[in-house]
């Protein structure tokens, strides 16, 4: 069964540090970039963050770059966030997800196809 | 940054009931549009990637079309186990993707 389990949330202090890891099973994890999605409390969803099948190009949204770090250990099967400086407005529930595509006509349509169930990280004093 | 907007917020249809939901982007994207249901304390489910195409074992009542800037879900003949939150998802600018604001389906 394809599946990707999630971990790592918690509640954490204003300017702390967590680190949340995606465990993946039932595919070829390291065939596939894979990104990190958040949801606020009530909110729809925000992408975080995404990392090449090899490593080899990372993104971030302007709202965690330079405090958010994405890797992977693909030995391991598993995605990580490395979250430091946390502020209350990153309290939010954390999916990874790997990303497909579909190839029309030699251009690429991405998507994600598989997500974790979450894992929720509480920014509060 | 790609923005993109859904109509309506909400709605309250019926079971049997044709729903279809609007999704816009603030520039041309092709047919580079994913999306996705959400049920309550569930991850998302991609349900149409590409503007149209039916991801595997997504019943058949869901359907989407559109190009360019303006997009639409429709679910033909709504079920109980539809009720959800849908969201539209631009892949146009990917990785950097943007996803709508959602549009919350509920029982009349």
């Known amino acids: 069964e394809v599946q990707l389990v999630e971990s790592g949330g918690g509640l954490v202090k204003p300017g702390g540090s967590l680190r949340l890891s995606c465990a993946a099973s039932g595919f070829t994890f390291s065939s596939y970039s894979m990104n990190w999605v958040r949801q606020a409390p009530g909110k729809g969803l925000e992408w975080v963050s995404s990392i090449s099948s090899s490593s080899s190009y990372i993104y971030y949204a302007d709202s965690v770059k330079g405090r958010f770090t994405i890797s992977r250990d693909n030995a391991k099967n598993s995605l990580y966030l490395q979250m430091n400086s946390l502020r209350a407005e990153d309290t939010a529930v954390y999916y990874c997800?790997?990303?497909?595509?579909?190839?029309?006509?030699?251009?690429?349509?991405?998507?994600?196809?598989?997500w974790g169930k979450g894992t929720t990280v509480t920014v509060s004093s | 940054d790609i923005q993109m907007t859904q109509s309506p917020s909400s709605l309250s249809a019926s079971v049997g009931d044709r729903v279809t939901i609007t999704c816009r982007a603030s520039q041309s994207i092709s047919s580079y549009l994913n999306w996705y249901q959400q049920k309550p304390g569930k991850a998302p489910k991609l349900l149409i990637y590409a503007a149209s195409s039916l991801q595997s074992g997504v019943p058949s009542r869901f359907s989407g079309s559109g190009s360019g800037t303006d997009f639409t879900l429709t679910i033909s003949s709504l079920q109980p186990e539809d009720f959800a939150t849908y969201y539209c998802q631009q892949s146009y600018s990917t990785p950097e993707v943007t996803f709508g604001p959602g549009t919350k389906v509920d029982i009349k």
């Open positions: 997800a790997s990303e497909s595509y579909y190839d029309s006509s030699g251009y690429h349509h991405y998507y994600m196809d598989v």
